[in-house]
């Protein structure tokens, strides 16, 4: 099956720095979806990216799914920021997780 | 704004018990799918439901699982005898026809 691999896989910041995730994926796929998960567990939609560039405040997100990878911005970080960004490929309408980037932005 | 909702938010059980987590999709959403997530894991899935039958399963959905669609508005994941593995988060999803999933909050279960 297809295979997705994020890095990298832990990140500390300071709260104002930028950073880019970055997800790989083995295999060409119908669409991406990038998440956030908070410290509660909740799964939150960032980006729904099949391809080209999204912004969102201080995120942005850019797939380019002839290569297969998919980045994701944050600038001027955050301590809400924190938690762990999940990239999600979309094949035959199930999403494949990535293990992952967990995030730490320091105050 | 529409919302997946679910319920219970946390579900402690004992081994071999049964459990049905519940989800509400969004209201004019046909497709239907479930996930879980291991603590500290990535997210993996589960089933994918539409019209009233099972679209596509994972390895991990063996015949401990079922779903249903018991009304308009629910739909109902259950586990039939509860293993200490089954300890999960569970998450349900919805769409419409469009391809991006809209996820619930989550039921965390437990298995003692």
């Known amino acids: 099956g297809i295979q997705v691999e994020q890095s990298p896989p832990d990140l500390i910041l300071q709260e104002g720095a930028n950073s880019t995730l970055r997800c790989n994926f083995s295999?060409?796929?119908?669409?991406l979806q990038w998440f956030h998960q908070n410290p509660w567990g909740q799964l939150i939609n960032l980006f729904y990216i099949p391809s080209g560039t999204k912004q969102n405040g201080r995120l942005s997100a850019t797939t380019v799914a002839t290569e297969r990878y998919s980045l994701l911005y944050i600038s001027s970080s955050q301590t809400t920021d924190s938690g762990v960004y999940f990239c999600?490929?979309?094949?035959?309408?199930?999403?494949?997780f990535g293990t992952g980037t967990r995030l730490k932005v320091l105050a | 704004e529409p919302e997946v909702t679910q319920t219970p938010s946390h579900q402690v059980t004992q081994m071999g018990q049964e459990v049905i987590l519940r989800c509400v999709p969004i209201?004019?959403?046909?497709?239907f799918y479930w996930y879980r997530q291991i603590l500290g894991q990535k997210v993996e899935f589960l089933v994918s439901f539409y019209n009233n039958e099972i679209s596509e399963k994972s390895e991990i959905f063996d015949d401990q699982f079922s779903v249903e669609r018991p009304d308009g508005s629910n739909f109902t994941l259950k586990i039939r005898s509860t293993k200490l593995e089954d300890s999960a988060m569970y998450f349900c999803?919805?769409?419409?026809?469009?391809?991006?999933?809209?996820f619930g909050p989550g039921t965390r279960l437990t298995v003692t």
């Open positions: 999803a919805s769409r419409d026809r469009n391809q991006e999933q809209y």
């Open positions: 999600a490929p979309l094949r035959t309408y199930k999403y494949i």
């Open positions: 209201s004019n959403h046909l497709y």
């Open positions: 295999d060409s796929v119908n669409n």
